[in-house]
């Protein structure tokens, strides 16, 4: 006999383990899994699957929670396809979407229905949900009349499904005719059902009435009741309330009062009789408020009560901005120091052994501090997140907090992975334990994939404050680590939905000053930023001044820094001068050849030049719409295997733009599809666009080290004579040693990264 594999995991292996997070597929409401929606017969159910399967798949919003794009099977087993075309006339004037699916008949449970699912889910891997409209539609024996055996294997078998394949199964169902106080209870079967379901929804309406509560709760979320009124078609909410303000609610306030008052006063002096009756009185009163000793006072913000509202954990939040736009963060090395090891750069002073060497010998050891800032912003995230179910905050509130702290956790493992690669993995469940292995670095970036998509599902469409995150920018992450992950389609479909948004554009351009715009000091949001760090004259960065040589034209200063010989390197000798970035990003030595001892062909970045402040305070853009469009150029070209129009559009549209002509015009001086039609052609095409748009970005080594380019085109730009000379140590950063001696998993004779 077969036995099933047998290996018992022992709690601190296990506490260690990275692992998914929950995948949501409605934030707080409707998880990844099994999960049924019950009710009475005819009282809207399938209508609100119908709306649900709708919004998944438009990528629209549920009750204020917005939804990410994916594809939806919906089995409507009592419907015809004529009743569901009405229906979705009747939710929407719109056009459809093409990723949602219905199906009208299918085989039962144990006799097809899972390879069924299983064959629409190879076809469409990106499903997910699927909905079975009803339950009793797929169910064919009782077991030997065993309701319970029969119950538990059908929802075994389900939610084998659908853990399988990481995708929700919502079994609709029907209630009892005879009703209990707790609507759970009154779920048709036996509890085998609810049992085997990770998350229960419960749709209860009087018969005639536009009003309804729907009642859910789960493994993995807060139980709550949401208010429901029936309009256009559709279930509208009202209110939302969880179990907690639910209970709260069920007491008298009255009583509340008195409770409040015996805990202000530390104890009680009277005996249980007299404080029963101190209740007594208080609920016989028409008001408790007129009670002047039991009026609610501020409470002094301490250690005890720090993060209890939405001020406090924006507060520590902000602290991690602060963070990351430090010297050893955004304000230096992951911008300076990261160009500097592209193709185009050469060190110059203090730092040039690091910064001209690193390339070829691995010479970049004094990251230890980026290494501790990167790490500190994911304790902070984690501490957030491990505290903001206390607190108190609204639905919204609590979306949108949770979700900045999972975007800033997720951006700092992503620049962990892209220069350190594997790296010990903490999150709010295990981050007390400091003695961590290092994790595979695909699996960071599997990871950042699920947390930045998580993340977008939870921030607002728009930026309430400059320099925080919205939806978007969430997004714009995800596509990356899909990039890294080389999940071409999915990074298509994510950069697809910025793109799609309608909400960024290309700052238009008709001189190269008017790039101040985008870079400049006094730079203000424009349609083209989706992410930037935020600095002020109080808080400037440095990468301005690590930028400089002397001479220069922004201040008499500048004896580090980085620079490049425009007449040996190719990468800036190519560049169009006609390239209004070319004009705007460099200045060109013309003096006396300080510089570059061995010529006077020395060229370094303003790109961020601040004329007039001894402190710069430019922004630094991490996500601009140009990296959208760029993005989505590079992925539909990789999905395909060949670039097509959409891709090649992209691009123009970036390059149209430099040359001070409408991006989204086509010009006679447009690339064209038939010069660049493989991929090989294509890529090395959008390389080059890329670093142009992005000189001076932080970005171009990252590009150029993900797309296996980095010693290629080394030697092309003329920085190394031969591949060779590119050694193992320029793909990576070194583990600090400091790492080694406080985390003992690590051995520095395994864990180093090679070549230091």
């Known amino acids: ?156 078998a389900l939610k084998s499904l659908a853990d399988r394949h990481n995708i ?108 029963l009756a101190a209740a007594g009185i208080a609920t016989s009163l028409p008001s408790c408020e007129k009670w002047e000793f039991l009026e609610e006072h501020p409470k002094k913000v301490d250690a005890t009560t720090f993060m209890s509202n939405a001020a406090e954990v924006q507060s520590v ?86 979700g900045e702290a999972r975007f800033l956790r997720a951006f700092s493992y992503s620049y962990l992975a892209r220069y350190y690669g594997a790296v010990p993995f903490f999150d709010e469940h295990n981050m007390h334990d400091f003695n961590k292995p290092r994790t595979p670095e695909r699996d960071i970036w599997e990871f950042v994939a699920r947390e930045a998509a998580d993340a977008a599902a939870l921030l607002p469409e728009s930026v309430a404050q400059a320099g925080h995150p919205a939806r978007y920018a969430a997004l714009m992450l995800e596509t990356e680590a899909l ?16 793109i799609d948004s309608d909400r960024y554009g290309l700052v238009e351009v008709s001189k190269a000053d008017d790039y101040e715009k985008i870079y400049g000091t006094t730079a203000n949001a424009t349609r083209e930023e989706i992410f930037y760090f935020k600095y ?30 425009y007449e040996k390197n190719n990468f800036v000798k190519n560049w169009d001068k006609a390239d209004l970035r070319y004009q705007y990003n460099l200045w060109i030595q013309t003096g006396n050849g300080t510089l570059n001892s061995l010529t006077k062909t020395g060229m370094i970045c303003l790109k961020f030049r601040d004329y007039n402040s001894t402190g710069a305070a430019n922004d630094f853009p991490v996500y601009r719409y140009a990296d959208a469009l760029l993005y989505y150029a590079e992925a539909i070209c990789r999905r395909d295997g060949k670039p097509d129009e959409t891709a090649l559009e992209a691009l123009n549209q970036v390059h149209r733009r430099a040359y001070g002509l409408k991006p989204t015009r086509p010009q006679g001086s447009d690339f064209r599809l038939a010069d660049y ?35 290629e085109y080394a030697v092309k730009a003329g920085r190394v004579a031969a591949e060779s000379e590119v050694g193992p140590a320029a793909y990576w950063w070194p583990v600090p040693a400091d790492e080694f001696n406080y985390n003992t998993s690590l051995d520095p004779t395994k864990d180093q990264n090679p070549g230091y």
């Open 483 to 498: 990039l890294y992950l080389e999940r071409w389609g999915e990074a298509a479909a994510a950069v697809g939905e910025v």
């Open 168 to 275: 929700g199964i919502l079994l609709v169902h029907h209630q009892r005719k005879d009703r209990t106080d707790d609507p759970f209870d009154d779920i048709s079967g036996s509890v085998a059902l609810m049992g085997g379901a990770d998350t229960s929804w419960v749709l209860c309406r009087r018969r005639m009435s536009l009003n309804a509560q729907l009642h859910v709760t789960g493994r993995d979320m807060e139980s709550r009741a949401l208010d429901l009124r029936w309009e256009d078609c559709r279930w509208e909410l009202e209110q939302e309330e969880t179990s907690e303000e639910l209970a709260r609610k069920a007491v008298p306030a009255c009583v509340w009062a008195v409770a409040d008052f015996v805990q202000r006063q530390k104890c009680w002096q009277g005996t249980a009789t007299e404080l």
């Open 536 to 565: 002020n004259q109080d808080d400037g960065n440095n990468f301005m001044a690590m930028y400089l040589c002397r001479p220069n034209p922004v201040r008499d200063g500048g004896n580090v820094g980085i620079y490049t010989d």
């Open 677 to 711: 039609a493989t991929q090989d052609k294509f890529m090395e095409l959008l390389l080059q666009e890329r670093g142009y748009e992005t000189a001076f970005e932080g970005k171009r080594y990252c590009d150029l080290k993900r797309c296996g380019k980095l010693a």
């Open 1 to 156: 006999m077969l036995l099933t594999k047998f290996e018992p995991i022992d709690a601190r292996t296990l506490s260690i383990t990275p692992l998914p997070p929950v995948r949501w597929l409605v934030p707080n409401l409707l998880s990844g899994g099994l999960s049924m929606l019950s009710g009475g017969s005819k009282i809207g159910k399938s209508w609100l699957c119908l709306w649900l399967c709708l919004q998944l798949a438009k990528g629209g919003e549920l009750w204020g929670r917005p939804l990410r794009a994916q594809a939806v099977l919906y089995l409507c087993l009592e419907d015809t396809y004529s009743r569901i075309q009405n229906r979705l006339f009747g939710l929407s004037e719109e056009e459809m979407p093409d990723n949602l699916y219905f199906q009208t008949a299918c085989e039962g449970l144990g006799h097809g229905l899972e390879e069924q699912i299983e064959q629409f889910l190879a076809v469409r891997p990106d499903t997910g949900l699927v909905v079975i409209d009803t339950l009793q539609k797929v169910r064919t024996s009782d077991a030997n009349g065993n309701v319970y055996a029969c119950d538990y294997r059908d929802m075994s």
């Open 317 to 402: 939040i902000n602290s991690i901005y602060y963070q990351l736009r430090r010297q050893v963060g955004f304000g230096r090395y992951l911008s300076v120091l990261s160009e500097s090891l592209a193709d185009y750069c050469y060190g110059r002073g203090n730092y040039a052994t690091s910064y001209a060497t690193g390339l070829t010998s691995g010479g970049v050891t004094f990251t230890n501090d980026t290494w501790a800032v990167l790490y500190r912003a994911i304790r902070f995230s984690n501490e957030i997140l491990s505290q903001i179910g206390d607190a108190k905050l609204s639905q919204l509130e609590y979306d949108h907090l949770s």
